[in-house]
């Protein structure tokens, strides 16, 4: 080894003798990181002891100032600087330690006190643990009867945040009770707790969008953020993204940089679409720049949404550049876009005939067609429908993928046609062959108006029958092939009353209310937004039962297993509402799904929700249906004044009936918390 010299010398003895003699206690770090974690670690320390004294001595200050009885029972130690807590608390623990028969006269909510206090004092080392969410509920519906301190409503703050994604325990109004200004204690909590609450936290700010901008926090908002992307957990970090997705400022894009090149593809990816979305606002080429860069296959849909949520701003060469991107959502938005300002080149649009996504294909075929290429059925056939894997396990095999726009490139083949031209196709067309006649009918609908309800009065039977003979003229009289038709006459005669329906419901008119019903009591289809939309606008009260029954029939082999539903119920309940407009309070007399019924609350206009009954708003709180109880506890945060919603949480919280935590969770930021803040916090909630 070479000799390390006289200096270096005197440091390895002085370690040597500070081990020896043991007199100071220090520790070796390999890495930087490994110094940086252990000096954020005492900071924290030092950081929670100070709130703690400064919280000790502000109670004290207040408990210094009362007297007679109160003061008479105070049994703490003399010294005020050796409380643990403040003279509220310690009379309390007396009270309760002292009682003759504790088994029968502590109740609940003093156990969940008892318990609240212990978790009120946090010191390195120890476990750090929240309240249960039965003991926070408790604390919460007799608080009248508690003087709760500082550190004890902290302690309730974070118990609501542990539990914000269940919504299951008071959060906001111990927000707004805790020192400093609103929100400042979540984020003094956001730095000092561990990583298994600081998650938690962090998300809190995001849903109230706390701008961290109080003078009162610690470090600086800067400073913080960066506190919680250096995290060595992945839901802090993912957590901090979605902060400065829902708040951030273009000016946080170099807080993104580092982590925007991260080996973590999910903290890459998260970061980089952050970054897309804060660029959007003041810089789109920017935003396109990012996109470009990091080719993100699996770009969500609120990204694409806000990408091209002003499509003038964004220039051709731009999209050409996107046409062919990873993230097909990303390639079909710039093709529409092209297609729309009829700016798609020839040879690109060649080119993404072979596109994985069918629409995207469909737009090419159209694009080729405006500039006089022409395809056969046949040619379409192939270029769109492909097969598709389904998955794995139960879902496995192929299924076909693209019919829908095959159906478009027919209906517009055959609109293209004549009247006389469309007969004859009609005319000669077979049991399989309906397109034409669907072009027919909607093209010339009015003249066609008494074939359309008399083929399907008669649920194409006859029709049916015609075209069946059409077949046997060609083919010879095939017993054995006119049977397995025959056995399908069903399943075939239903698919074409369902797509006549849809015509009619596009086309019709209150004239056609009638055959409309006639067919939906005969058929009870599938859920189809169009006949909804009919039953709308010339519908009336009768028809809410028929648009209460078809939202719940789904067809799963059409919309895929895991088809979003929300908006079909949205459809349907604005609908009912439309028709209920003068009879609400008989409407809420009828019984409907739990989905259904949560949409009608929510679709409500917040005069409508106002005039219902206090018993009539009750009922939805104790609901089953747990989006039936949050549509009800939104609606009147967002709806109700302050004295009646005080009023309906007293009931709901009064004798020893069952209660469900999330009305609770909403109503408490109805009383508890200012309207300014309340109101956009559940108008951002989503059902």
Not at 19 to 48: C, G, M, N, S, W
Not at 237 to 261: F, Q
Not at 341 to 348: F, K, S, T, V, W
């Amino acid at each position: 080894m070479q000799d390390p010299g006289k200096e270096l010398t005197k440091v390895l003895d002085f370690k040597k003798a500070v081990i020896a003699d043991q007199i100071v206690l220090f520790q070796e770090f390999k890495e930087p990181h490994e110094f940086e974690t252990k000096f954020r670690a005492l900071v924290t320390d030092y950081v929670q002891k100070g709130i703690v004294t400064e919280r000790k001595t502000e109670e004290q200050t207040e408990a210094g100032g009362k007297g007679g009885a109160e003061a008479e029972r105070d049994v703490t130690p003399s010294d005020a600087g050796n409380r643990l807590f403040g003279a509220d608390a310690i009379g309390f623990v007396s009270d309760l330690v002292s009682r003759v028969n504790p088994t029968e006269s502590v109740s609940a909510g003093d156990l969940a006190r008892f318990r609240l206090l212990g978790l009120a004092i946090t010191r390195s080392g120890n476990d750090s643990g929240t309240l249960g969410v039965h003991d926070a509920n408790l604390i919460f519906r007799y608080r009248g009867t508690f003087k709760l301190t500082g550190a004890e409503i902290s302690a309730l703050v974070v118990t609501g945040a542990a539990n914000v994604a269940h919504q299951n325990a008071p959060l906001w109004g111990w927000v707004f009770e805790a020192e400093g200004k609103p929100g400042d204690e979540i984020v003094w909590q956001s730095v000092m707790r561990d990583n298994s609450l600081k998650a938690s936290l962090i998300n809190c700010l995001a849903k109230a969008r706390n701008p961290l901008a109080s003078e009162d926090i610690p470090f600086g908002r800067d400073r913080i953020i960066k506190i919680w992307l250096e995290s060595d957990s992945d839901d802090v970090k993912k957590a901090a993204l979605t902060y400065l997705e829902e708040c951030g400022t273009s000016a946080d894009l170099s807080l993104l940089e580092p982590y925007m090149a991260s080996a973590d593809t999910t903290i890459s990816e998260h970061a980089v679409l952050v970054a897309i979305i804060l660029s959007c606002g003041n810089d789109i080429d920017q935003a396109l720049d990012l996109l470009e860069r990091h080719q993100i296959s699996n770009i969500p849909s609120r990204v694409v949404k806000i990408l091209f949520s002003h499509p003038s701003q964004l220039r051709s060469d731009r999209l050409h550049s996107l046409a062919d991107h990873r993230s097909s959502d990303v390639r079909t938005m710039a093709i529409r876009t092209l297609v729309s300002r009829d700016n798609l080149a020839d040879e690109i649009a060649s080119v993404l005939l072979e596109d994985q996504s069918p629409e995207v294909r469909f737009l090419a075929l159209q694009t080729l067609q405006k500039k006089k290429r022409t395809f056969t059925p046949e040619e379409a056939r192939r270029t769109l429908v492909r097969e598709k894997n389904k998955g794995f396990g139960l879902l496995m095999g192929p299924t076909r993928e693209g019919e829908e726009f095959y159906k478009k490139f027919l209906r517009q083949h055959y609109f293209a046609m004549s009247k006389d031209a469309l007969e004859g196709i009609v005319d000669r067309s077979e049991v399989y062959e309906y397109d034409a006649a669907y072009a027919l009918y909607e093209k010339f609908y009015r003249e066609k108006f008494d074939v359309i309800a008399r083929n399907l009065d008669d649920g194409f039977v006859a029709e049916f029958g015609r075209r069946l003979q059409n077949l046997i003229n060609r083919v010879g009289q095939a017993e054995e092939l006119v049977a397995q038709i025959e056995g399908l006459s069903d399943h075939i005669r239903e698919g074409v009353c369902e797509e006549v329906l849809g015509i009619i419901c596009r086309r019709g008119d209150a004239l056609a209310l009638d055959l409309v019903r006639r067919t939906l009591d005969r058929d009870e289809p599938d859920f189809v937004a169009g006949i909804v939309v009919y039953l709308e606008r010339h519908g009336s009260w009768e028809d809410v039962t028929r648009i209460a029954a078809i939202v719940e029939r789904r067809n799963y082999a059409r919309t895929g297993l895991f088809h979003d539903t929300s908006s079909d119920y949205v459809a349907a309940a604005n609908a009912i509402l439309r028709l209920s407009k003068s009879r609400i309070a008989d409407l809420f007399s009828q019984t409907f799904s739990a989905s259904l019924l949560a949409h009608l609350v929510a679709g409500m206009t917040n005069k409508q929700f106002a005039e219902l009954s206090d018993l009539t708003i009750l009922s939805f709180m104790s609901h089953e249906g747990d989006a039936v109880r949050k549509a009800a506890s939104l609606k009147s945060v967002l709806g109700l004044t302050k004295a009646r919603c005080r009023k309906l949480l007293a009931t709901y919280t009064e004798g020893d009936q069952y209660r469900y935590y999330n009305v609770i969770h909403w109503l408490d930021v109805a009383v508890n918390t200012p309207t300014s803040f309340g109101r956009p916090l559940a108008d951002r909630e989503a059902l």
